[in-house]
């Protein structure tokens, strides 16, 4: 029976996988000026390769912001090439990093802790060569893409998950943009969160250490964070929780609530609305004019 199980699983992950592969996503609309390169491979743990896509805007303008994005997926599923909408950042002169990372059915946690991580130090210690500014970097996320935003900025200089990418003192950024982030792992009652842990039970240290909520300190950066009330896939009171604690702990932060919001699926107007107000909330820390 084992070896049946396993072999179903072969196959609906090399099923998956497939699907993946072959569907065809929409390219990244970027102004005139900007130059962009794909596939940037920034860590390669067990000859695997994580891989970034770099839009970045003339460097005649000087050093730029950047903005880090992950993809959501409850951390099995998902591919950066999903992710299209940068135009409110490049408007304002962002380089933009759309990072992959390591799912559930390569390797569990930490697994795409590390690599967020592993992607935020390849661009600081790259930061001259791609004409950002270590000062302004911004990283954001959506669903379990919040929660390894929230991981890799709240981390700091705890080097816990640096393993495969050591060597820098001094790691930060200039804000966290969490939209409807998983921030409890332990409290969140899905399969997902099971097969991510995987060994490590929902109530143990170690699920604890890979809970946003647990790595705020008094010096973590700025947050926003956005969250519908209605959301079927993770719960509301993760990021009420989260934002009580960041004002617990005094730490500036918005929190925006989509009244009737689903899981991401706000209406059209809503998310225009949402995007403005990110915007107004990182150029209230000056990271753009």
Same mark, same amino acid.
């Given at each position: ?113 590390? $690599? ?61 943009? $969490? ?51 209605? $959301? ?8 009420? $929780? ?48």
């Amino acid at each position: 029976m084992k070896k049946i199980i396993a072999i179903c699983f072969l196959l609906v992950v090399g099923f998956y996988t497939k699907a993946q592969e072959t569907t065809e996503y929409k390219k990244v609309a970027y102004p005139t000026g900007y130059t962009e390169q794909l596939n940037v491979v920034y860590t390669t743990p067990k000859n695997w390769e994580g891989k970034m896509d770099i839009y970045m805007p003339p460097k005649e303008k000087g050093l730029s912001p950047v903005v880090i994005n992950i993809h959501g997926g409850g951390w099995n599923k998902g591919v950066k090439e999903s992710q299209t909408g940068f135009s409110s950042f490049f408007k304002k002169g962002y380089a933009v990093a759309n990072i992959s990372y390591r799912l559930s059915q390569v390797a569990t946690a930490p697994a795409a802790v590390e $690599d967020t991580r592993c992607a935020l130090i390849y661009l600081i210690k790259n930061a001259k060569a791609l004409n950002i500014d270590v000062n302004r970097i911004v990283i954001m996320g959506g669903s379990a893409g919040g929660h390894l935003a929230l991981m890799g900025g709240l981390l700091g200089n705890d080097t816990k998950f640096d393993t495969n990418c050591a060597g820098l003192k001094e790691v930060k950024v200039a804000a966290i943009i $969490d939209k409807y982030g998983i921030t409890d792992v332990g409290a969140w009652p899905s399969k997902s969160a099971v097969m991510w842990l995987g060994s490590y039970p929902r109530e143990s240290a170690f699920a604890k250490s890979v809970s946003p909520i647990y790595q705020i300190k008094k010096d973590s950066p700025p947050v926003f964070i956005v969250h519908g009330n209605a $959301d079927p896939v993770v719960s509301y009171q993760q990021s009420v $929780d989260f934002k009580k604690k960041l004002d617990e702990m005094g730490i500036k932060n918005e929190f925006i609530t989509v009244e009737g919001g689903e899981h991401g699926k706000f209406p059209a107007e809503k998310n225009s609305e949402v995007n403005a107000q990110i915007m107004e909330f990182l150029k209230g820390l000056g990271i753009h004019k």
